[in-house]
C-alpha cells in the first residue's frame, strides 16, 4: 500500500440517505480552482476511486473510468495524469459516481461495501484537487436506473441494472465545465470517521489497478435496416454515416432501426437541439427473433432465434429513455455504462416542438489485448477465427465475462477457457493474473472458491466450478512457468480438493452437495425440470441416487492436474497423495458407474450422457482401444444428453485424447457452421436455448485452431520445448505465426504435404506428422522444411 493511502478522504453528499429503495443513483462532485502551469513538472498524477462507479472528467474532457471491478480487501484505484487536460487560470475537476444500493438488487458484478464515497488525491507544487470538505456535490435526481419493477422479464433476470431514463436538466448543463455556477450545490461530508483508540479502518484497502484502462475508440454506425415514419431512410443513412443533422416535426413518431456490421460493446452518445417535450427511446438488441406478439411480459417466454439479421422479426432488448424537458440549443444523451449490442432502435415523438438530432456515434470499449497470434486458413476457417476473436473481445472488459449482454459475470468455468484462449493469442497475461487473483481471493471456509466473482451479493455457489480453478492454474503453468503463481495458490488447490474429498460417499464416489448449492454441470435439455432451475442441469440420478458420475470424474481430472501442478514445484509427497486419490475414485467410477461399454449418470441409475462418457476418457478411467471405442460410440450414439457449447471443448479434448481428431473435426465444428449460416457475428451461448448471441465459452475454436489445426502446444511446461503436430488433413495450405514465451513460431504447409517451422528464438522443437515424431533444434529466424517422414534444411 503506498503511502498517500493512509491519507486519502473519501467524501460523499449529506443528505444521501443508503435506506432509499432504488436499486442505484446517482451523485455529481466538483471542484474549481485556479491553476498556473509550472515550468518544473512534467505531469500531475492523480489517483481515483469510488464506491460504486464513477466517471472523471477535468474541464469537461473525459479523464478516467472506473474503479475497475474488485472487492473491498482490494478496492481498485486509478492513477491519471491530468496535466494534459489543464489550461491557465480556471479549472474545474469533476466526477459523476454511480452508487448502487448495498440492500437492493443491482448490477450483480459490482460490489459495493456498506458506505458510499469518492476518492480523489493529488497535489503538485503546493495545489491539492484531493476529495475534502471544499468540494461541491450534489443528487443527479434527473438520472435514475429503470427500477427492477419495469424490467422486460422476457429477456430473463435483470442482472446489470443499469438501464436509465434522464431528464434532461437545463440546471446541469455544463455542470462539468469552467464557470459553472454551483452555489446551489452543498459542501462534501465524510462518510467514515475513524473511532479514537479502536483499530477501524474504512470499508476499502486500496490497491492500484492491476490492468490497464480501457480504450474508448471513436466509431460511426454502419448504416440503417429500417424505418418508420415521415423521415426517408437514406435520411437516416446520412445521419448515421456522416452526421447529417435529422429534423423530427413537432407532434410525430418516428423509429429506425440502426446497425453496426458485428456485435460490440461500447458508450452510445446521442446529441441533440430543440424538441422540448419529446422523448426518445433507444433500444438496444443482439439481434432480429420471433415475434413473441407482446413487447414486454413479468415473465420469461420461450424465444426463437434463426437468421439473426432477419429484420422481419423483432428486436428485443434493454431500453434507455431520454426525456427531452427543457429543449436547449445543444443537449446529449450517454449511458453511464456501456451498451452491447448489434442493433440500436431508435424511438422518437416528439412534444410541442421539433427535434433536432445532431448526431448519433459510439465508442467501442473492452480490454486491449495485443494479439500476436495470427492465422490464415483459407476460406470458412478464417471466418471462424475472427468471429472467435470478436466474441473473445466482447466478453473481456475488467474482468472476463460470461456474457456482455445479459449478466457480464466472471464465472470459474467461463474464465478457465477465456483464459486459456488468452494464452494462444498473446503475452499479456495480466487479466488471468488478476482472475486467479480474484478467484483465490473468495475462497471460504469450506474450501470452495465462489463460482462467480467479483459480485455484488453472495450468490448462488456451485461447488463443481472451484475445480476450474485447478485447470487455471494448471494452465498458466503450461504457458508460462511461473513458479510463483503455482505456489501462490497451492493452499486454494488444496482447500478445494479436500472439500471434494470430505464429500465422497460409502461408495467411494462424490455425492450431495449442501442443500443450499447448485450443484450445475450443463445446460442439457434432458436435464432441464420446468419451474424449478436450481434442480435443472444435472442428471436426474443425482437427485436419486446421491452422486452423479460427472462430479467424481470431474473431481478425477482435477486432482491429475494437481498433483502434475504439484510436481512442478517440488511438492512430490502432494502429488503422489493426489495421484492415490485419483486411482481409488476410478476404482469406485468403474465399479458402481460403468456397465454395458457405457458410464452411467450416478450409481446403477440407467442414465446416459455424453458428459459422463467425455470425462471418463479425460480422467483416464477408461484408456487405449476401449476409451477409443467408447469416444465413436459416444459420438454416434444418439439417444445421449449431449454436450452444450459450453462442455464441446471438453468433448473436443476426449476426442484428441483417443486418435479421432482428425476424423471428427468436420461433424463437431458443424454448430460454428450453423452459426455463420444463422448471420451470428459472435457465437451463441446455447444451441437450443436463444439467449445470448455472445458468449466467451463458446469461443473453442480458437484452442482447435491453434493447438489441433496448426499443432502448437507445449511440450514442455513454458515453451521450453514446443510441440508441432498439425493436423494437415485439415486444410490443404495454411499459415500461422503463433505466440510463445520463448518467442513466436511460424507454421505453414502447402498442398504438396510439405511443413515449414520458423521460430524468432533459437528453441527445441517436436514435430509429429502422421504420427511420427522428430525432434530438431531451430534456430532463430532459420526455417527448417519437413516432409511426411523425412527431415531436409
Not at 445 to 462: H, N, W
Amino acid at each position: 500500500m503506498s503511502s498517500w493511502t493512509k491519507s486519502a478522504k473519501w467524501i460523499w453528499t449529506p443528505k444521501y440517505r443508503e435506506e432509499d429503495s432504488r436499486t442505484g443513483r446517482y451523485l455529481l462532485f466538483r471542484k474549481s480552482f485556479q491553476w498556473v502551469i509550472p515550468t518544473t513538472i512534467s505531469e500531475f498524477p492523480v489517483h481515483v476511486s469510488a464506491d460504486s462507479r464513477y466517471r472523471l472528467y477535468v474541464n469537461g474532457q473525459r479523464a478516467s473510468f472506473g474503479p475497475c471491478k474488485s472487492y473491498a480487501e482490494k478496492w481498485h484505484y486509478e492513477t491519471v495524469d491530468i496535466l494534459p487536460y489543464l489550461k491557465e487560470g480556471e479549472n474545474v475537476i469533476s466526477a459523476r459516481v454511480l452508487r448502487y444500493s448495498p440492500v437492493e438488487p443491482g448490477s450483480s458484478s459490482i460490489i459495493r461495501t456498506e458506505l458510499p464515497g469518492l476518492m480523489i488525491h493529488g497535489e503538485v507544487e503546493g495545489l491539492s484537487v484531493s476529495t475534502d470538505e471544499t468540494w461541491r456535490c450534489v443528487e443527479e435526481t434527473s438520472r435514475q436506473i429503470i427500477p427492477y419493477s419495469e424490467w422486460n422479464f422476457i429477456l430473463g433476470p435483470p442482472f446489470l441494472s443499469n438501464h436509465e431514463r434522464l431528464a434532461e436538466a437545463q440546471e446541469l448543463t455544463e455542470w462539468e465545465l469552467p464557470g459553472y455556477d454551483d452555489s446551489r450545490w452543498e459542501n462534501a461530508i465524510f462518510p467514515f470517521h475513524p473511532a479514537k483508540m479502536l483499530p477501524m479502518t474504512s470499508p476499502w484497502k486500496l490497491a492500484p489497478r492491476p490492468i490497464p484502462a480501457l480504450p474508448e475508440t471513436f466509431r460511426r454506425f454502419d448504416g440503417v435496416v429500417k424505418c418508420e415514419g415521415s423521415i426517408a431512410q437514406d435520411q437516416w443513412t446520412g445521419f448515421v454515416k456522416e452526421n447529417g443533422p435529422v429534423v423530427i416535426p413537432a407532434g410525430e413518431t418516428v423509429t429506425v432501426d440502426i446497425e453496426v456490421s458485428s456485435l460490440t460493446t461500447g458508450f452510445i452518445t446521442l446529441q441533440c437541439s430543440g424538441g422540448k417535450g419529446s422523448e426518445v427511446t433507444l433500444h438496444y438488441a443482439e439481434c432480429y427473433e420471433k415475434d413473441l406478439g407482446v413487447e414486454t411480459a413479468p415473465f420469461p417466454k420461450p424465444r426463437s432465434k434463426s437468421n439473426r439479421a432477419d429484420s422481419s422479426g423483432r428486436l428485443y432488448g434493454i431500453k434507455d429513455i431520454y426525456v427531452v424537458a427543457d429543449g436547449q440549443p445543444e443537449h446529449t444523451f450517454e449511458p453511464f455504462w456501456f451498451r452491447t449490442f448489434r442493433y440500436v432502435q431508435l424511438k422518437i415523438t416528439t412534444g410541442e416542438q421539433p427535434l433536432t438530432l445532431r448526431s448519433f456515434t459510439l465508442r467501442e470499449t473492452y480490454y486491449p489485448l495485443e494479439i500476436k497470434t495470427e492465422v490464415q486458413a483459407g476460406g470458412e476457417m478464417d471466418e471462424i477465427w475472427n468471429i472467435s476473436l470478436r466474441t473473445l473481445q466482447n466478453c473481456r472488459h475488467e474482468t472476463y465475462e460470461d456474457c456482455p449482454f445479459y449478466e457480464q459475470n466472471q464465472f470459474v468455468s467461463d474464465s478457465r477457457l477465456q483464459m486459456l484462449f488468452t494464452y494462444q493469442l498473446s503475452s499479456d497475461d495480466r487479466l488471468p493474473r488478476k482472475t486467479l487473483q480474484e478467484f483465490h481471493a473468495s475462497q471460504g471456509p469450506d474450501g470452495l472458491i465462489k463460482a462467480q466473482f467479483p459480485a455484488g451479493f453472495r450468490s448462488t455457489q456451485i461447488p463443481q466450478f472451484s475445480l476450474y480453478f485447478v485447470a487455471m492454474v494448471y494452465d498458466h503453468m503450461h504457458y508460462f512457468a511461473d513458479t510463483s503463481v503455482v505456489r501462490r495458490y497451492l493452499s486454494t488447490i488444496d482447500g478445494i480438493l479436500n472439500h471434494f474429498d470430505e464429500r465422497l460417499n460409502e461408495l467411494g464416489l462424490v455425492g450431495r452437495f449442501d442443500h443450499d448449492t447448485w450443484p450445475f454441470i450443463d445446460w442439457v435439455p434432458e436435464w432441464s425440470v420446468p419451474g424449478k432451475i436450481f434442480e435443472s442441469c444435472m442428471p436426474r440420478a443425482y437427485t436419486t441416487t446421491g452422486a452423479a458420475t460427472f462430479n467424481s470424474l470431474l473431481y478425477i481430472v482435477a486432482l491429475m492436474q494437481a498433483a502434475e501442478v504439484c510436481t512442478f514445484v517440488g511438492r512430490k509427497d502432494t502429488a503422489r497423495e493426489y495421484t492415490a486419490r485419483a486411482d481409488a475414485l476410478r476404482t469406485a467410477v468403474n465399479g458402481h458407474c460403468y456397465e454395458d461399454g457405457l458410464y452411467l449418470d450416478g450409481p446403477s441409475a440407467k442414465e446416459y450422457s455424453q458428459h459422463s462418457q467425455v470425462f471418463a476418457i479425460l480422467s483416464e478411467s477408461i484408456t487405449g482401444a476401449a476409451a477409443q471405442e467408447l469416444m465413436a460410440r459416444t459420438l454416434e450414439d444418439t439417444s445421449l444428453a449431449k454436450c452444450s457449447y459450453s462442455m464441446k471443448f471438453y468433448l473436443f479434448r476426449a476426442v484428441e485424447k483417443v486418435g479421432l481428431y482428425a476424423q471428427s473435426f468436420s461433424n463437431l465444428i458443424g454448430p460454428w457452421r450453423s452459426m455463420i449460416t444463422d448471420n451470428l457475428t459472435t457465437w451463441a451461448e446455447f444451441e437450443q436455448n436463444a439467449r445470448s448471441d455472445c458468449h466467451g465459452w463458446s469461443a473453442s475454436p480458437v484452442h482447435e485452431i491453434v493447438t489441433q489445426v496448426f499443432g502448437i502446444s507445449p511440450a514442455l511446461p513454458g515453451f521450453k520445448k514446443i510441440r508441432i503436430a498439425p493436423q494437415m488433413g485439415l486444410l490443404e495450405t495454411a499459415r500461422g505465426t503463433f505466440f510463445t514465451p520463448v518467442g513466436d513460431v511460424s507454421v505453414s504447409w502447402t498442398r504438396d504435404g510439405n511443413l515449414e517451422v520458423k521460430a524468432t528464438a533459437d528453441v527445441e522443437v517436436e514435430v509429429v506428422l502422421d504420427g511420427v515424431s522428430s525432434v530438431q533444434q531451430l534456430e532463430k529466424g532459420k526455417a527448417i522444411a519437413f516432409s511426411r517422414k523425412t527431415i531436409r534444411c
